[in-house]
């Protein structure tokens, strides 16, 4: 932020989702936040702060931190020390507008500016498709939707029914169709729980892993199940409080979920995924279920590095309305071109 031709301003947004998220800290109903542009006169560049707890820093923290920053650059604001642990979505948004300009200055794909080799004209990312803690047959019924609009991978919310129920869930999703099956319980097993379940589909081929079966805060209890059961483990809210260094060392994951808003800055963000790879542990882009502007963004992270398992960006059709048209799913895949940054471009009427 120190070149001073540059222009910077935030708008507020507030996009309404196609139906309520229940979550261990209550019901979202809409999902708020700022779409930053930073601007050199000629070019552009976009990020996006959709703060989400415990990932992110909250609403208010986060709105805090933009405005300063639009003072600062402003010349009516005190300078600004920006704190990727603190304000991970303030950060990140400045940080991805920044790349994001530089890339369309350059001419090149968010991607390739990162680190991604050179420009193609087209690179896919897979998506996960993501169905709710719902019933045996529900739970069929949705995943054979999925698979009809080409989804190869399916994650299936647990935890919040009886356990031998879940394991059924999971066991039916893999004997009526051919993909790539995910369970995510959010932390909210007891060991004994999670080691029962473990050992429910244990013997499934299609079983990718059980992502955050136990509190966060315990790597050593995750180490000791999957190095005590055949099913691998994934961490997700886990790295909003533990560090992939932390992860290794106690051996608690064969997958982290890297959440590029939740790291404080895009280019670190592809740094988690590079080291956690080096470490034989497999990255998994997600998002905080974001605009086109953060979902698009994830996926160049994704294609960057490049991830390749089936990454958690599948959330764009939970929102009612959109700043762009980008970070869309066809075919169980976000496809990226090679134009210039991330390709999107948000409508400002549509984000006040």
Known sequence: MSDLSLSVDCVPFSLTLTKPLSGSRGTVETRDGFLVRLSDGEKTGYGEATPLPPWTETYDECEAVLGRLVGER???????????????????????????LEARRRGVPLYVYLGGGGAREEVCVDVNATVGDTGVKETVRAVGEYVDEGYETVKLKVGSRELGEDVERVRRTDEAFDVRVRADAN??????????????????????????????????AHARLRNTTDVKVALDESLARQTVEDIVKED???????????????????????DARADSVVPVVSNTVETAVGRTAAAHVAASVPVETACGLGTGALLREDLDEGGMVKDGKIRLTDTAGTGVEPEVKDAG
């Open 74 to 100: 402003e010349g009516r604001g005190e300078d600004v020390e920006t704190d990727g642990k603190r304000t991970p979505a303030a950060t990140y948004a400045v940080s991805l507008a920044a790349a994001d």
């Open 252 to 274: 608690a994951a064969d997958y982290v979920v890297v959440k590029p808003m939740g790291v404080g800055s895009i280019e670190k963000a592809r740094r988690v995924c590079v």
């Open 187 to 220: 932390g909210s097993w007891r060991y004994d729980d999670a080691r029962r379940f473990a050992e429910g589909v244990s013997d499934l081929d299609a079983f990718e892993y059980v992502e955050q079966p136990l509190n966060p805060d315990d790597l050593r």
